[in-house]
């Protein structure tokens, strides 16, 4: 059934691999930089352990140079269809390794660790793994490399949401993480399966070309192959019905992750589902049904966006209605890639660019105050606004930016995801139109922590001012600057993510 | 008759379709961790099956390359999941999910 290859066809392989691992380097970079941080704190064991940390910043940001490097190679495919190198690639690498040094930086800032852990042991070398993952999710052109990426960025983020070992929140979060995450990429896979058999093939392009020639003929397996693939997708962006770990797993877990999963893995998981359903899937309705994956999309994204926003509104617990958030605003990623081509994908992109600053900003000062005050609940934050006068203007704009009002970043966010909505002429109002009705319930939710940190008193009121330190200072501030000045000054955003709009292989529009 | 006595793909996915289904009942249904963990086995292996099938009608090795990296994924999840279960079990002595609930509201 298999024959040998000859000899000239082995030296052809061979020749190919020899091109594919130029294309590869910075997640070679980035793979030795992961076994470099385990022998380091193997070496350094006992000592402070800001050696490992800086390592790691020091390690993601030379990755900068690799990356830049690709820019100028001339992109395709290559292992063989495994991968692919393409601006939308390229972007998500810069976006991932970014997030991977922010991930870092607020684990540094936060004093649960010292409580918690003894060492930080392998916790920064997993956070390297956890980029690793979601790079290679970002360029994966075929079910083979999709389903290891995922799995690598699952598996690291198990461990990662249960670190600290001894803490009853933390050990079960990671245990409803773990069990939900495993059923739904074994549902996944099957999903594959069914696609593998429909078209013999697994690499997204030629599964594309192979189903827009089929046509119509199974559409009901095709159906039923996306809907299984989308539950995969969906835990991973966190979105309705995918969403029930996400409240638990983002209370109970380490904050800087917390953070981490809540940008990072949704954003991977937003590449995915791009990628994947751009290129692999024919967008057609079904024969039998009168649906196709759009309209599972419009479902999600609808019930993610009502029931995040609603839900928030009874939370008494900051991260948690934080989770109950990032579940809104997968509902309004879901809006730019129902919309696609090309300005719906620069929509998203920009989105996801918004969304990194405000959500990263809005964790590290919940990080600050629960130094200060050791709690993230909401009544604990009365008074804060004249104790910690920075961190609490700098959380007021962050959350401003989160419901999306103007001067700041988040409104162009919006703005961007709505008008590539209307574009599409008005199909899509209706939906826009949800999306700012949810937009505006949002507002009550994000409002209420300012009005507690400005309006009521606390009831210890001893009135003295707690400083967090000159470096997290200075980093809030820039933060919280730059929130307003894109929000001003949107063009370099908007350019970036249009130059990442462009994606190997793409067939409809 | 002659459908039901030869073994063809139908017979491979009619096996594969029932062992995602007592996956997924196992995973509902229960509430022992390790119990769930083992549905979670059950589902994996359905797509499997569904790729070795796949790949023997179809006539290509990607299927069989994909089940043999599903077989490798599936150990490391067992070890991973088997850590965290049993530091559950060392906190909450008890590795059931219905009792561990400190998280609600």
Partial sequence: MFELPTGAEIQSIIASLEVSVGCFIPEIYL??????????????????????????????????????????????EFFFGMYVLDEFALFFKYFFVLSGIFAVILTMADEQFEAEVKSMGEYYALIVSMVIGMVMMASSADLIMIFLSMELVSFSAYILTGYFKRNPRSSEAALKYLVYGAVSSGLMVYGF????????????????????????????????????????FGYKIGAVPFHFWSPDVYEGAPTPVTAYLSVASKAAGVALLMRFFSIAIPHAPSAQTGIDWVMILLALSVGSMIYGNVVALWQKNVKRMLAYSSIAHAGYLLLGIIVMGKFGTQATLFYL??????????????????????????????????????????????????????????????????????????????????????????????????????????????????????????????????TLYFGLFFTPLSDISKYGSAMFGITLH | MEQLTTIGLNHYLTIS?????????????????????????????????????????????QGAMFSLFIIVIAAAEAAIALAIVINIFKIFKSVDVSSIDSLKE
């Fill in chain 1, 193 to 232: 399966s069914l696609i593998y058999g429909l078209t013999g093939e697994t690499n997204l392009i030629k599964i594309g070309a192979v189903l827009a020639a089929q046509g119509n003929e199974h559409s009901l397996v095709l159906m039923l192959s996306s809907l299984l693939i989308i539950a995969g």
């Fill in chain 2, 17 to 61: 379709a029932f062992l995602l289904g007592f996956g997924l009942f196992a995973v509902v249904t229960r509430k022992n961790a390790i119990v769930i963990l083992m549905g979670v086995e059950l589902i994996l292996n359905a797509a499997n099956i569904n790729f070795l099938a796949f790949s023997k009608y179809n006539g290509g090795m």
């Fill in chain 1, 353 to 482: 660019l918004s969304y990194f600053l405000m959500n990263f900003g809005a964790f590290y000062v919940v990080i600050l105050i629960a130094n200060k005050t050791g709690s993230e609940h909401l009544d604990d934050y009365r008074g804060l606004g004249k104790k910690m006068p920075l961190a609490a203007a700098a959380l007021t704009v962050f959350l401003v930016s989160l419901v999306g009002l103007p001067p700041t970043l988040g409104f162009i966010g919006k703005l961007m995801i709505f008008s590539a909505l209307l574009d599409k002429g008005s199909l899509y109002l209706w939906l826009a139109l949800i999306g700012i009705m949810t937009s505006v319930i949002s507002l009550y939710y994000y409002m209420l922590i300012p009005l507690n940190m400005y309006l009521r008193e606390s009831s210890q009121s001893d009135g003295k001012e707690m400083n967090p330190g000159i470096f997290a200072q200075v980093l809030m501030a820039v933060l919280m600057f730059l």
């Fill in chain 1, 31 to 76: 793979s030795l930089l992961f076994m470099l941080l385990i022998v380091v704190d193997l070496v350094a064991k006992g000592r402070k352990n800001s050696l490992l940390a800086i390592s790691t910043l020091v390690g993601l940001a030379g990755s900068f140079f690799f990356i830049y490097q690709q820019q100028c190679l001339p992109g395709g």
